[in-house]
């Protein structure tokens, strides 16, 4: 990351929305179709695993309901995005998304702020947060493919 600012260099974050989790709508009882949804494979996306991460979107939900846009509450899918845009002005998040109502809501997180108080007590109430299941499962053609 340093490297990357000092040169001027920009970081694409690929599935800034953790794959849907930080929309905020998954619980422990989330089944991923095991065939269709590649999810399904993932380590983080075990019923424990969710169970365990709901930490982090309550924390979110507490930011969201202390932030507006346009006269509307933010959304926890907001307030991640504007987080990330918030953090490193050299970091470009692409959520993906097949929804029209998606969409307006991911590009309207560029209209949330954060304080650089609220930020650095976000950044120290995160760093806390132990994030339970690897991205991929080990040895994976996915895990494999990023270096892991």
Same mark, same amino acid.
């Given at each position: 990351?340093?490297?990357?600012? %000092?040169?001027?260099? &920009?970081i694409?974050? !690929?599935? +800034?929305?953790? /794959? ?5 709508? =998954?619980?422990?009882?989330?089944? =991923? #179709? +095991?065939?269709?949804?590649? /999810? &399904?494979?993932? +380590? /983080? !996306? ?5 169970e &365990? ?7 979110? %939900?507490?930011?969201a309901q *202390?932030?507006?846009?346009?006269? %509307? ?6 307030? *991640? ?8 002005? =050299?970091?470009i998040?692409? +959520?993906?998304?097949?929804?029209? #109502? /998606? @969409?307006?809501?991911? @590009?309207?997180?560029?209209?949330l ?22 991205? !991929? ?12």
């Amino acid at each position: 990351m340093d490297t990357c600012e %000092k040169l001027g260099i &920009a970081i694409v974050a !690929y599935s +800034p929305l953790d /794959r849907g989790f930080l929309g905020g709508n =998954f619980t422990k009882d989330t089944k =991923f #179709h +095991p065939t269709l949804d590649f /999810r &399904a494979s993932m +380590p /983080r !996306y075990t019923k424990e695993a969710l169970e &365990a991460n709901q930490s982090v979107i309550e924390f979110i %939900k507490k930011v969201a309901q *202390s932030k507006s846009i346009n006269g %509307k509450p933010a959304t926890i899918a907001q307030v *991640s995005l504007a987080w990330i845009l918030s953090n490193k002005s =050299f970091v470009i998040p692409i +959520p993906e998304t097949t929804k029209i #109502h /998606r @969409l307006e809501e991911n @590009l309207n997180a560029s209209l949330l702020t954060f304080s650089p108080s609220e930020l650095q007590e976000m950044n120290k109430e995160l760093s806390k947060i132990v994030i339970v299941g690897d991205r !991929y499962a080990p040895g994976s053609d996915a895990a494999n493919s990023v270096g892991l």
